[in-house]
């Protein structure tokens, strides 16, 4: 069985980076992954807070998408590192999160996006859905600290 999520309100919805499930990263509180990640994609620290400081995360993608404001030099080869590191930290943070992760077992995760294919499986399910393997690979982890705790 594969998992597919894409909107908060899916039965794992809370896999979405626009899940209102904040992360301390770098020593500033974001109130979900998306934020975080979208201010990430800039150098400027004044755009930056204006996304940690949107409203919701639908308006930080918003900000962050925005191409008025430049895009940090090496953002395509850090875009990955910055996700996993964020999304491994929402599931360390939220422990009913962790539980929920940890319940999907060995089951592939796609992020059903239709407009995204490289986050997500695109449309025609041809998308790299990277978020999805990022998720397998934080829950493989998250099971492999909770084997090293028992030795």
Known sequence: MTIYFYTRNDEHGA???FSPHGVEMDGLWWPSVEHYFQAQKFSDPEYRERIRAAHDSKQAALLGRSRKVKLREDWETVKEEIMSEAVLKKFQTHLELKALLLSTGNESIVENAPG???WGCGQDGTGLNRL????ECVRAELRQAIVEDQL
């Open 116 to 118: 995204d294919y490289f």
């Open 15 to 17: 896999f979405s980076n």
């Open 132 to 135: 999805g393997v990022i998720l």
